[in-house]
């Protein structure tokens, strides 16, 4: 009989290292897997330096068999999601296993005893670590390698999901373009309707006034997004510091903010895809990782289209084919031949309706799980 399975909290040092590397041994061979820089894995845990953690609690276990890691997954509580939401909500992440229900169901369950004895009712996830994070399960489209800042996982993560008792919370979708599709006639006439009766401009984010920038990308992003499924506003430290992370890899032609007679209206962000080139080196960039990273850098053909964001005052004037018009004109004059929209929820019919009158496809679909207490 194979040794019991017993999964225990992560203490210490040498086994949150261990905690973070484990992803290596499931994806080991795996030609579509990007390796997640092991650098960056360790500031997204640090509860002391990563403002998310302000208002947020995590506790990571480890599934062991006898000496042998099998399985990780973190229980999360997110005190401003459930503010802002009414709810009792937990979540987990980082959730990996090795295909033996035993293991997962095992992992799923501490987590569930976890965020239960912090009084909640219901489970969710994956987040890693909450909702403006990386989130959702790959169950279509496994053919490909994610773009930055979206999830992959093998296949059969979807039974164990199952076996688990975990439910559909909600789908998102990943659109796909390449610029063998002409931008619409419809898109192009809009936004140079738009721009001509309303008096808009759009401009690209300045870098060295980044700080600021960020703040009103924070300012659109948390009226414009207020009402959406799962949404938590971002505090001033959280975009500040996710604003530094993208400093590292932004082109801010892709970065843009929308003006209606002068007034800040709306947001698109759009970031080259530099999964392309972290596939490469393999989530290290000492000692020779950063070289091979700024190489495979200057060979990035696609991006990926994060946000879109007008505030509510200024919705349903056009402004969204703006910004379809300029990320595509100005995406394709940068050397960039296709992109990935994402994530769009199943029921933003008038975001779906957009993207496939543009001409872009489903390639991809993630999903959200729950399951009450």
Same mark, same amino acid.
């Given at each position: 009989?194979? $040794?019991?399975?017993?999964?225990?909290?992560?203490?210490?040092? #040498?086994?949150?290292?261990?905690?973070?590397?484990?992803?290596?041994?499931?994806?080991?061979?795996?030609?579509?897997?990007?390796?997640?820089?092991?650098?960056?894995? &360790?500031? @997204?845990?640090?509860?002391?330096?990563?403002? +998310?953690?302000?208002? !947020?609690?995590? #506790?990571?276990?480890?599934?062991?068999? *006898?000496?042998?890691?099998? =399985?990780?997954?973190?229980?999360?509580?997110?005190?401003?999601?459930?503010?802002?939401?009414?709810?009792?909500?937990?979540? +987990?992440?980082? +959730? $990996?296993?090795?295909?033996?229900?035993?293991?997962?169901?095992?992992?799923?369950?501490?987590?569930?005893?976890?965020?239960?004895?912090?009084?909640?009712?219901?489970?969710?996830?994956?987040?890693?670590?909450?909702?403006?994070?990386?989130?959702?399960?790959?169950?279509?489209?496994?053919?490909?390698?994610?773009?930055?800042?979206?999830?992959?996982?093998?296949?059969?993560?979807?039974?164990? +999901?199952?076996?688990?008792?975990?439910? &559909?919370?909600?789908?998102?979708?990943?659109?796909?373009? /390449?610029?063998?599709?002409?931008?619409?006639?419809?898109?192009?006439?809009?936004?140079?309707?738009?721009?001509?009766?309303?008096?808009?401009?759009?401009?690209?984010?300045?870098? &060295?006034?980044?700080?600021?920038?960020?703040?009103?990308?924070?300012?659109?992003?948390?009226?414009?997004? $207020?009402?959406?499924? *799962?949404?938590?506003?971002?505090?001033?430290? $959280?975009?500040?510091?996710? =604003?530094?992370?993208?400093?590292?890899?932004?082109?801010?032609?892709?970065?843009?903010?929308?003006?209606?007679?002068?007034? @800040?209206?709306?947001?698109?962000?759009?970031?080259?895809?530099?999964?392309?080139?972290?596939?490469?080196?393999?989530? #290290? %960039?000492?000692? %020779?990782?950063?070289?091979?990273?700024?190489?495979?850098? #200057?060979?990035?053909?696609?991006?990926?289209? @994060? !946000?879109?964001?007008?505030?509510? &005052?200024?919705?349903?004037? =056009? @402004?969204?084919?703006?910004?379809?018009?300029?990320?595509?004109?100005?995406?394709?004059?940068?050397?960039?031949?296709?992109?990935?929209?994402?994530?769009? %929820? /199943?029921?933003?019919?008038?975001?779906?309706?957009?993207?496939?009158?543009?001409?872009?496809?489903?390639?991809?679909?993630?999903?959200?799980?729950?399951? !009450? %207490?």
């Amino acid at each position: 009989m194979p $040794e019991p399975i017993s999964v225990r909290p992560v203490t210490g040092a #040498r086994e949150l290292d261990r905690f973070i590397k484990f992803p290596w041994r499931i994806y080991r061979g795996d030609p579509n897997w990007v390796p997640p820089l092991l650098v960056e894995q &360790k500031g @997204l845990l640090d509860t002391k330096k990563n403002p +998310f953690y302000e208002h !947020a609690e995590i #506790r990571h276990y480890l599934a062991w068999r *006898g000496r042998e890691i099998v =399985g990780r997954i973190s229980a999360i509580l997110d005190h401003h999601y459930n503010d802002f939401h009414g709810e009792r909500t937990g979540f +987990f992440g980082f +959730f $990996e296993s090795i295909d033996d229900p035993a293991v997962s169901s095992a992992l799923l369950a501490a987590a569930e005893d976890w965020v239960r004895g912090k009084g909640m009712n219901q489970i969710m996830g994956p987040t890693n670590p909450g909702t403006n994070h990386v989130l959702a399960l790959l169950v279509d489209g496994f053919d490909r390698p994610p773009v930055i800042q979206m999830p992959y996982n093998p296949p059969y993560y979807l039974e164990l +999901f199952a076996d688990a008792g975990l439910e &559909k919370a909600r789908d998102l979708y990943a659109y796909w373009m /390449e610029d063998i599709t002409p931008i619409s006639d419809k898109v192009e006439r809009v936004a140079d309707l738009v721009r001509r009766r309303k008096a808009v401009t759009v401009r690209s984010i300045v870098m &060295k006034n980044l700080r600021e920038e960020i703040q009103l990308i924070k300012e659109v992003y948390n009226d414009a997004w $207020e009402k959406n499924w *799962g949404f938590v506003p971002w505090t001033d430290a $959280e975009i500040q510091a996710v =604003g530094q992370d993208l400093k590292m890899v932004v082109d801010p032609d892709l970065v843009m903010l929308a003006y209606v007679d002068g007034e @800040l209206a709306g947001f698109s962000l759009s970031l080259p895809d530099v999964n392309q080139a972290l596939k490469r080196i393999n989530g #290290r %960039l000492f000692p %020779l990782g950063i070289f091979k990273l700024l190489i495979y850098s #200057r060979k990035i053909n696609q991006i990926r289209v @994060l !946000a879109l964001g007008v505030k509510r &005052k200024f919705q349903n004037m =056009g @402004l969204d084919a703006v910004f379809y018009y300029e990320t595509y004109t100005r995406g394709t004059s940068h050397g960039f031949h296709a992109g990935e929209f994402s994530w769009i %929820l /199943e029921n933003n019919t008038p975001m779906r309706n957009a993207m496939e009158n543009w001409g872009a496809r489903i390639y991809k679909t993630y999903r959200m799980y729950r399951k !009450a %207490l």
